[in-house]
Nanobody
Framework: QVQLVESGGGLVQAGGSLRLSCVAS????????MGWYRQAPGHQREPVAT???????TVADSVKGRFTISADSAKNTVYLQMDNLKPEDTAVYYC???????????WGQGTQVTVSS
């Protein structure tokens, strides 16, 4: 059974940094798409960044240059380094494991990030 456990959220002032971690169990993260999504109150869940294995990554335009996604296959963990945080980054951040088309995706329970102005 796949489980994703996020940590690292919290309250930070604008301009500050946080690093989110997502530990996966029940499946290796090698060669599959791992991602971070976020959902702010009253908004739909949106993609923030994705990575395949410890290689190819993408980030949303809204966080480009500020957020970095990385993975440690030995620890089966994905990270989201968030720098120069803005109040509009306030949301619940979710880790996602996507095995590919026609397969079930898995989600973590979410971790709250709050950025004060």
């Amino acid at each position: 059974q796949v489980q994703l456990v996020e940590s690292g959220g919290g309250l930070v002032q604008a301009g500050g940094s946080l690093r989110l971690s997502c530990v996966a169990s029940g499946r290796t993260i090698n060669n599959i798409i791992m991602g971070w999504y976020r959902q702010a109150p009253g908004h739909q869940r949106e993609p923030v960044a994705t990575i395949v294995g410890s290689g190819r990554s993408t980030v949303a335009d809204s966080v480009k240059g500020r957020f970095t996604i990385s993975a440690d296959s030995a620890k089966n963990t994905v990270y989201l380094q968030m720098d120069n945080l803005k109040p509009e980054d306030t949301a619940v951040y979710y880790c996602n494991l996507n095995p590919g088309p026609f397969h079930v995706q898995f989600w973590g329970q979410g971790t709250q990030v709050t950025v004060s102005s």
